[in-house]
């Protein structure tokens, strides 16, 4: 592990171990340095102690420790034989079923090695037996783990398979709703399906029962796309969009979801998509050069932070107390817009009230992150996290601006409590590009930036007019931010290394249930504004089931990617980590239906008169 508490990675420094083996018959004269893996120990001392090897064990004996080439020999044939048992046994359960069986085509040659090395061993010729029974030894390995993996090509298929139809179905109800129309794509024929993958598992596979689901889902999704397909609506829905138009966006969203999957591999990805936002707001959006100008400023400015390492890093109070100056200097120039211009009719009295509150505990804590053990910290830390959903949603204000800043200044005063260093500044960035955004959307180019300070949540200038695309642009940089909230401040880096001084100002004593619960809660703070802003963005409940409809397209795109990636060979870390990128894709769509109602609440969200296309 590393100093800060990492679980480490695959390096010859965390992964390697030296071992020393000595006693009667070791090879004392030779300096030679051996690799094994963790599987030969079990052969090295079984074969050491001369007991029998364990049944399962895929351990090779290590030959050249020792001085008697004949105990070697008589050894590694036993070890020889131990394993080609145990590859026999994973033949005779790939077998299993109705289905072509082709055994490891490299069988014949391993019948051959173990004869020829058995007579060597007569012959005393133990230098060529040994080399014939380690060769035989690559080979038996080499084919339990092609029976072992017989079955893979088959279950992969069927789960690429489930998939690919999964998705067509998400889009079927894409098509159709956005026609104005909605189809029910269920059917009653749960029981029949079900009883077909019994009988296809278990009679023709002769599979586990545990494998039934890889049967039954391809078979239930097959027959409600081909129900779908069936409906009128959808043909209709389909016959709306040109070819052309269609194959476009395709091949964008293909693009998008990759984009999406390499940010967990690689962050900087993350500045490759901000890119590709500010070259869409250059070429697509009708805006001044000022407002393109401070959009470009913006994405550049969060664009810094997934370049910027985060494990290991130093502790800083100063860059902490100067990030929570920033969140109060941005709300107090958002209060001097309401004082310039006495024609326009500022927020209401209680509303200044509660948001003078919030300044004041953000400002505070500036100071207070210095003397984490003084009882006012502990008391305002704490107090700032029921702060955080109670002040917006008693405030409920009707105008955009004020509830937002209520909104970011609830969720920045906990996240500075609980910031160690230059994260602090991730939350005013992130708050800074998503105004910036809801600006673009929400209003025409002409609208001047203080008819936007005042403007009506639910609101807008322009006509609410569907768009296919325009729709699936907006899921995908929902998605985005989201994902740059999650990797752009390092929260994987912050779940590994669990640096308990990050709760320092809200506990004293290592308590690990608190502490961890104080970690999700700064994690899922740039997440909360991210949703806040995109329902802000959702003016009514149909533009909110497109967007996690779409949504739950593009998460099953990425799943799919990681499903290809996952892995079961390499470091823990390794593996670990491919499993993990699944998981937190497949879970990313219910995750962000829970922040949709927080948000819901936090906004005060009223939907507006959908208007279509064809609207007279």
């Given at each position: 592990?590393?100093?800060?508490?990492?679980?480490?990675?695959?390096?010859?420094?965390?992964?390697?171990?030296?071992?020393?083996i000595w006693g009667t018959g070791v090879a004392g004269d030779k300096k030679f340095q051996k690799r094994l893996k963790q599987a030969d120990f079990t052969a090295l001392i079984a074969g050491s102690?001369?007991?029998?090897?364990?049944?399962?064990?895929?351990?090779?004996?290590?030959?050249?420790?020792?001085?008697?080439?004949?105990?070697?020999?008589?050894?590694?044939?036993?070890?020889?034989?131990?394993?080609?048992?145990?590859?026999?046994?994973?033949?005779?359960?790939?077998?299993?079923?109705?289905?072509?069986?082709?055994?490891?085509?490299?069988?014949?040659?391993?019948?051959?090695?173990?004869?020829?090395?058995?007579?060597?061993?007569?012959?005393?010729?133990?230098?060529?037996?040994?080399?014939?029974?380690?060769?035989?030894?690559?080979?038996?390995?080499?084919?339990?783990?092609?029976?072992?993996?017989?079955?893979?090509?088959?279950?992969?298929?069927?789960?690429?398979?489930?998939?690919?139809?999964?998705?067509?179905?998400?889009?079927?109800?894409?098509?159709?709703?956005?026609?104005?129309?909605?189809?029910?794509?269920?059917?009653?024929?749960?029981?029949?399906?079900?009883?077909?993958?019994?009988?296809?598992?278990?009679?023709?596979?002769?599979?586990?029962?545990?494998?039934?689901?890889?049967?039954?889902?391809?078979?239930?999704?097959?027959?409600?796309?081909?129900?779908?397909?069936?409906?009128?609506?959808?043909?209709?829905?389909?016959?709306?969009?040109?070819?052309?138009?269609?194959?476009?966006?395709?091949?964008?969203?293909?693009?998008?979801?990759?984009?999406?999957?390499?940010?967990?591999?690689?962050?900087?990805?993350?500045?490759?998509?901000?890119?590709?936002?500010?070259?869409?707001?250059?070429?697509?959006?009708?805006?001044?050069?000022?407002?393109?100008?401070?959009?470009?400023?913006?994405?550049?400015?969060?664009?810094?932070?997934?370049?910027?390492?985060?494990?290991?890093?130093?502790?800083?109070?100063?860059?902490?107390?100067?990030?929570?100056?920033?969140?109060?200097?941005?709300?107090?120039?958002?209060?001097?817009?309401?004082?310039?211009?006495?024609?326009?009719?500022?927020?209401?009295?209680?509303?200044?009230?509660?948001i003078y509150f919030q300044i004041f505990m953000i400002s505070i804590a500036s100071i207070f992150i210095n003397s984490p053990e003084f009882i006012l910290t502990r008391i305002f830390s704490w107090?700032?996290?029921?702060?955080?959903?109670?002040?917006?949603?008693?405030?409920?204000?009707?105008?955009?601006?004020?509830?937002?800043?209520?909104?970011?200044?609830?969720?920045?005063?906990?996240?500075?409590?609980?910031?160690?260093?230059?994260?602090?500044?991730?939350?005013?960035?992130?708050?800074?590009?998503?105004?910036?955004?809801?600006?673009?959307?929400?209003?025409?180019?002409?609208?001047?930036?203080?008819?936007?300070?005042?403007?009506?949540?639910?609101?807008?200038?322009?006509?609410?007019?569907?768009?296919?695309?325009n729709s699936f642009r907006l899921a995908w940089l929902h998605l985005f931010f989201v994902y740059l909230s999650f990797f752009g401040i390092g929260n994987i880096a912050s779940i590994n290394s669990?640096?308990?001084?990050?709760?320092?100002?809200?506990?004293?004593?290592?308590?690990?249930?608190?502490?961890?619960?104080?970690?999700?809660?700064?994690?899922?703070?740039?997440?909360?504004?991210?949703?806040?802003?995109?329902?802000?963005?959702?003016?009514?409940?149909?533009?909110?089931?497109?967007?996690?409809?779409?949504?739950?397209?593009?998460?099953?795109?990425?799943?799919?990617?990681?499903?290809?990636?996952?892995?079961?060979?390499?470091?823990?870390?390794?593996?670990?980590?491919?499993?993990?990128?699944?998981?937190?894709?497949?879970?990313?769509?219910?995750?962000?239906?829970?922040?949709?109602?927080?948000?819901?609440?936090?906004?005060?969200?009223?939907?507006?008169?959908?208007?279509?296309?064809?609207?007279?």
């Amino acid at each position: 592990m590393t100093d800060w508490g990492s679980h480490g990675a695959g390096s010859v420094e965390e992964t390697e171990t030296p071992f020393i083996i000595w006693g009667t018959g070791v090879a004392g004269d030779k300096k030679f340095q051996k690799r094994l893996k963790q599987a030969d120990f079990t052969a090295l001392i079984a074969g050491s102690l001369g007991i029998p090897f364990p049944t399962n064990s895929i351990g090779r004996f290590p030959s050249k420790f020792w001085n008697d080439l004949d105990f070697v020999c008589a050894s590694l044939l036993a070890n020889f034989n131990q394993i080609q048992q145990l590859m026999i046994v994973k033949k005779n359960i790939a077998m299993c079923g109705k289905l072509p069986f082709s055994p490891f085509p490299s069988e014949p040659i391993i019948d051959s090695l173990i004869k020829e090395a058995a007579g060597l061993a007569k012959q005393k010729s133990y230098e060529y037996a040994i080399g014939k029974l380690n060769k035989g030894i690559d080979l038996l390995l080499e084919g339990i783990v092609y029976y072992e993996r017989y079955d893979q090509w088959l279950m992969m298929s069927l789960t690429i398979y489930s998939f690919l139809v999964w998705m067509l179905l998400i889009v079927t109800v894409i098509v159709s709703s956005s026609n104005g129309k909605s189809i029910e794509i269920f059917s009653k024929t749960h029981l029949l399906d079900f009883f077909s993958s019994i009988l296809i598992t278990f009679y023709l596979l002769e599979w586990p029962t545990l494998r039934i689901p890889y049967t039954f889902v391809p078979i239930y999704l097959t027959r409600l796309l081909i129900f779908s397909f069936s409906k009128k609506r959808y043909v209709d829905g389909l016959n709306s969009f040109k070819l052309k138009k269609f194959c476009l966006l395709a091949v964008r969203t293909t693009v998008g979801i990759e984009i999406l999957a390499l940010t967990f591999y690689h962050q900087e990805t993350l500045v490759v998509g901000l890119v590709v936002n500010s070259i869409w707001c250059l070429s697509v959006k009708h805006t001044t050069t000022k407002q393109k100008a401070l959009w470009i400023t913006s994405t550049i400015i969060v664009a810094i932070f997934p370049t910027v390492p985060v494990i290991g890093k130093e502790k800083s109070m100063i860059t902490v107390s100067l990030g929570s100056l920033l969140c109060t200097g941005i709300s107090i120039l958002w209060l001097k817009q309401y004082s310039r211009d006495p024609t326009m009719a500022g927020p209401e009295s209680r509303h200044k009230i509660l948001i003078y509150f919030q300044i004041f505990m953000i400002s505070i804590a500036s100071i207070f992150i210095n003397s984490p053990e003084f009882i006012l910290t502990r008391i305002f830390s704490w107090l700032s996290i029921p702060a955080l959903l109670i002040i917006p949603v008693t405030l409920s204000s009707p105008i955009l601006s004020v509830q937002l800043v209520s909104i970011f200044l609830g969720i920045a005063t906990p996240f500075v409590y609980l910031s160690l260093t230059y994260e602090v500044f991730f939350i005013p960035s992130l708050y800074f590009t998503l105004f910036i955004l809801l600006k673009l959307e929400l209003s025409e180019a002409s609208t001047t930036w203080k008819e936007f300070w005042f403007q009506k949540i639910g609101s807008g200038n322009r006509i609410r007019q569907f768009d296919l695309a325009n729709s699936f642009r907006l899921a995908w940089l929902h998605l985005f931010f989201v994902y740059l909230s999650f990797f752009g401040i390092g929260n994987i880096a912050s779940i590994n290394s669990f640096d308990p001084s990050a709760s320092r100002c809200f506990v004293s004593v290592f308590n690990p249930f608190v502490m961890m619960i104080l970690l999700l809660i700064k994690i899922i703070c740039p997440f909360l504004l991210v949703a806040c802003v995109f329902r802000l963005l959702m003016l009514t409940s149909k533009e909110v089931e497109q967007n996690f409809l779409i949504v739950l397209y593009f998460c099953q795109g990425m799943a799919l990617h990681m499903f290809l990636n996952v892995t079961n060979v390499g470091s823990w870390l390794e593996i670990g980590t491919s499993i993990s990128h699944y998981v937190i894709v497949q879970v990313t769509t219910f995750f962000l239906f829970l922040l949709y109602f927080i948000a819901n609440i936090l906004t005060g969200m009223q939907s507006v008169q959908f208007l279509t296309s064809d609207k007279k």
